[in-house]
């Protein structure tokens, strides 16, 4: 996709932080917005000030992790613009930090549900919308740095992201053949308001095992507002969108970080010549399976 003037981008998450500045960018590039929040006023104050630069723009409250509420989202949308999205962002997120060992179910619960769930649910409600347009489409799903590596403090968020990650490569392969593509964003820090996610955090999860409160929001965000320009990032993403990049990772300062993580793992890897008999038997018949057995899964319903 090179040209955004007259597309429909449905964007999570998209009353403030990334998804603000996704709508801001791709707003001003043509494109008419669908913002997505589980915040109804910050949702109007959204669609408002985009409005006034002249956006198209829809707004919706929307929790990602009730299904029903994202199709009737979906349906809303259509019913609007008369279309499914040709872009969509799975932007929303939150995170919580604390040691892991204090971890409950209630935290895994929410972290896991809305930044894992969420994106399950959007590509789900949004991806056979997408093929039965037979448009070129593309979706981009924001994810982490902290993806990539584990995390004793912020465990479940990573686990999540990490999934996402991998959930996304899948997408990219599957969805290719339907002229839509994937992208998934690794940020390391974005200038956001995610410091203050916990205030959204359902009462139904019950308590936290984590440190909350006014001096936990306070020191996160003393880091959030060093981070990158949302509306920077989201040029970084329309960029990838036009190269059709799996991954867009606009942080210099993360490679060397990353080139040690994966240099581990290759390292825990014996050479070949330590079994090359076991490893010629299984490469053929992982190729065979691929070749031959592997069609008895991609063959239509019913």
Same mark, same amino acid.
């Given at each position: 996709m090179q040209d955004f003037a007259g597309q429909l981008a449905f964007i999570t998450g998209g009353a403030s932080g990334a998804g603000f500045g996704q709508a801001q960018v791709f707003g001003r590039a043509g494109c008419r917005i669908v913002i997505a929040d589980i915040r109804a006023e910050a949702v109007e104050t959204a669609r408002a000030a985009l409005a006034a630069e002249g956006i198209e723009v829809h707004g919706i409250a929307l929790d990602i992790t009730d299904r029903a509420a994202y199709a009737a989202a979906a349906?809303?949308?259509?019913?609007?613009?008369?279309?499914?999205?040709t872009l969509l962002f799975n932007t929303a997120g939150v995170n919580n930090f604390g040691p892991i060992e204090n971890t409950t179910y209630g935290d895994f619960d929410w972290l896991i549900g809305v930044n894992l769930g969420g994106v399950v649910n959007g590509m789900v409600t949004f991806v056979p919308r997408m093929i039965a347009s037979g448009k070129p489409c593309h979706v981009v799903t924001v994810a982490s740095l902290g993806g990539f590596t584990g995390s004793s403090l912020a465990g479940p968020y990573s686990a999540a992201k990490a999934a996402v990650i991998n959930l996304m490569e899948g997408y990219r392969q599957g969805l290719e053949k339907y002229d839509i593509g994937v992208s998934v964003v690794c940020p390391a820090? &974005?200038?956001?308001n995610i410091a203050e996610a916990t205030l959204t955090r359902p009462a139904a999860f019950g308590e936290s095992g984590y440190v909350e409160g006014a001096?936990? &929001?306070a020191s996160l965000q003393s880091i959030y507002q060093h981070g990158m320009e949302p509306t920077v990032l989201a040029a970084h993403v329309m960029q990838g969108i036009r190269d059709n990049a799996l991954y867009i990772i606009p942080y210099p300062e993360t490679k060397d970080m990353l080139d040690q993580h994966f240099q581990a793992i290759l390292a825990s890897i014996p050479p070949l010549e330590t079994d090359p008999e076991g490893a010629e038997k299984r490469v053929k018949a992982l190729m065979d399976w691929a070749a031959n057995g592997a069609k008895v899964f991609v063959q239509p319903k019913g």
């Open positions: 349906d809303e949308v259509e019913r609007v613009f008369g279309q499914a999205p820090n &974005i200038k956001s001096e936990a &929001i």
